[in-house]
């Protein structure tokens, strides 16, 4: 069952550090600044956050990245990444991912029994991946190191505009996570994401979101459950809302 209200309006209260918000009108609150303190992770869907105050209770882990073997296969290194997830089948829980870590989240899941998979931004077959992805990942990613990408970050804010628009906040943000990724998995990830299909039939249900105007995996080449209407690839940043809603739902929090 869903928790009173006053509980919530309790919570706000000790995150914004105003104990009379949302009952003495003296401060009005935008629809927006509503849905940046429901999300789990406050500010901007990031794992490792406090909790938002109007939040449901995720209980989210993130694992690290593990880097690729020399020519290693998406199903290889899937195996080789359950070690680090700390799963207990005998507990409930869910895998998804994110664009690339969608791709992930079904290969790992292969070998596991999740309620479900969550695919945000993503798809199961190299021939939903735009060219924007595919070209360089056939024809650069092959011949360069993760040193060689390394050199050219800075140009990181010219690529990240392809994901959509995004105010400062976020683009910094994504900016930084680019800065701080495995750029090995990165270079590798692009080569898995112009070959790998995923041929095999889950047990589970996979559910799937995407946005509208995401130009690395078009919206027209998969068939999501749901669909953000101005969201471009990055509207796990963009849309968090919206997401942690479609997750919820589907993981009957809302009951």
């Known amino acids: 069952a869903q928790s009173p209200p006053s509980k919530y309006i309790t919570a706000a209260r000790a995150f914004l550090g105003q104990p009379t918000a949302f009952g003495d009108g003296k401060i009005a609150y935008s629809g927006r600044a509503v849905g940046l303190l429901a999300q789990p992770f406050y500010p901007s869907g990031v794992p490792g956050a406090p909790n938002g105050p109007f939040s449901l209770p ?3 882990y993130v694992p690290p ?3 690729p073997q020399p020519n290693e296969t998406l199903e290889s290194y899937a195996e080789r990444l359950i070690p680090t997830l700390s ?5 409930d829980y869910y895998i998804g991912g994110v664009s690339f870590g969608g791709m992930v989240a079904l290969e790992v899941s292969r070998h596991l ?3 479900a998979v969550f695919l945000i931004s993503s798809c199961p077959s190299y021939r939903q991946v735009s060219w924007l992805v595919t070209f360089p990942g056939k024809h650069l990613a092959p011949f360069v190191t993760a040193d060689f990408v390394r050199r050219f970050l800075w140009l990181a804010p010219l690529a990240i505009r392809l994901t959509g628009p995004l105010h400062r906040d976020q683009r910094n943000l994504l900016i930084d996570i680019w800065k701080n990724a495995n750029l090995e998995v990165m270079r590798w990830g692009a080569m898995i994401m112009t070959q790998w299909e995923f041929i095999h ?3 589970m249900p996979v559910h799937e979101m995407h946005a509208r105007n995401d130009l690395f995996i078009p919206l027209s080449k998969v ?3 749901a669909i953000v209407a101005d969201g471009w690839h990055a509207f796990n940043l963009t849309h968090p809302r919206e997401m942690f ?4 739902e589907r993981m009957n929090l809302f009951v």
């Not at 809603?245 to 919820?248: L, Y």
Request: a negative charge; hydrophobic letters at 40%.
């Open 65 to 67: 990245w593990i880097d």
């Open 113 to 115: 029994n999740p309620k």
């Open 201 to 203: 039939t889950l047990t």
């Open 87 to 91: 799963i207990d089948d005998a507990e």
């Open 245 to 248: 809603n479609f997750i919820a």
């Open 58 to 60: 995720f209980d989210l």
């Open 223 to 225: 068939e999501p459950e």
